[in-house]
């Protein structure tokens, strides 16, 4: 029974001593996804969490912490972190490793927010765009987002609609909560109707066609024209290109000079990170987002939608492109890709 005993023991300690064969500690590291060379001692970016599909709840995909609950230790980390600045405490190369993620896998252990201690197996978190890679070169200040606000006060200055009228329908927007509130006491909202008109009517006098705005748009992107260092973009009716795109429920967008910015300027490096890290439709595109900077020329009817006395039909709403600015992270933040200026 003794050595029936030691011999378990035995057993035991070599399977655990083979899971967690100690990692060897690199002094840099370059990442055969991003390309870059990471060192011990450097600052990194934590980016948005990745959609892990086998969990409800929001885990990132390539960052871990100790969890002596978990079989093997360590567990995904599930609080947010995006825009977290964590430094490089060491480079650790594993071949072999209880945790699938860590097997065969370069992991950065890293000092984190509220110095909290995280492991990132590098080229995982890259995939999953979980880290910083380039960041956007500028933003954007001053000018206000074509969201469903400013659609609503673009399309009253179109049908010249009163104020009276629509006072309710711009409290829903500007505040929901509020809107929401009124549609079950609208003795209240008459109480309060006149305070709202005159915040449409100052609303009114700082959205005007001519105006420039921001667009956020799908972009699918298809060749990487190496001779010329840009991108083609598909033509997609369902994102960027020279189609009308539905973009609120009553209204869509044009941008006119589609065909001058149907391709996007991009350094190599970003290309070949962007191409990396996102896998090819059939028909070979990539999707992106990006941010466009046009001006609202003019609206009209969409031709293909009947107007009747019930259906007042769909507005079109005509741009003329400035900037296009294309990012591969889905809340435009980083990750920059390219431009393309008028």
């Known amino acids: 029974m003794r050595h029936i005993f030691l011999l378990i023991i035995f057993f035991t300690g070599s399977i655990h001593s083979f899971f967690a064969q100690e990692a060897e500690k690199l002094k840099k590291y370059q990442s055969t996804v991003s390309k870059q060379t990471y060192a011990k ?18 885990k990132y995909i390539g960052i871990f ?28 190369s594993y071949q072999e490793h209880c945790s699938f993620d860590f097997k ?10 509220n110095n909290k201690i995280l492991y990132m197996p590098i080229e995982k978190a890259l995939q999953a765009k979980e880290l910083i890679v380039f960041t956007k070169p500028h933003s954007w200040k001053g000018i206000d987002f074509l969201d469903d606000r ?46 709202w008109i005159k ?24 060749k990487y024209l190496f001779e010329k260092g840009e991108f083609q973009v598909f033509d997609n009716p369902d994102a960027y290109g020279s189609k009308p795109l539905k973009y609120a429920s009553d209204s869509k967008v044009l941008f006119d000079n589609y065909k001058a910015f149907s391709t996007i300027k991009a350094a190599k490096p970003n290309a070949d990170f962007f191409l990396n890290v996102n896998t090819a439709d059939y028909n070979g595109n990539r999707k992106a987002y990006g941010e466009i900077k046009a001006i609202c020329t003019s609206i009209t009817k ?39 200026k008028k």
Do not use: W
């Open 302 to 340: 969409d031709p293909t939608v009947m107007v009747t006395a019930d259906n007042p039909g769909i507005n079109i709403l005509h741009f003329t492109i400035l900037e296009i600015s294309v990012v591969d992270s889905e809340n435009q933040n980083y990750n920059y890709i390219g431009t393309k």
């Open 199 to 222: 915040k449409l009517d100052a609303a009114r006098k700082q959205v005007n066609l001519k105006d420039t705005f921001i667009i956020r748009v799908p972009v699918y992107l298809n």
């Open 104 to 113: 065969h896998s370069v992991v950065f252990e890293l000092q984190g927010p």
């Open 150 to 195: 400013t659609i609503f006060l673009l399309n009253l200055e179109y049908s010249k609609g009163a104020s009276v009228d629509n006072a309710l329908k711009y409290c829903k927007l500007a505040d929901p909560a509020k809107g929401k509130a009124y549609e079950f006491n609208q003795d209240e909202f008459e109480k309060e109707k006149n305070e």
């Open 41 to 58: 001692g450097d600052t990194i970016v934590v980016g948005e969490s990745g959609k892990n599909v086998f969990s409800a709840k929001k």
């Open 65 to 92: 912490v100790k969890d002596k609950k978990n079989v093997c230790g360590y567990t995904e980390l599930d609080s947010t972190i995006s825009g977290s600045k964590c430094i490089i405490k060491n480079i650790l």
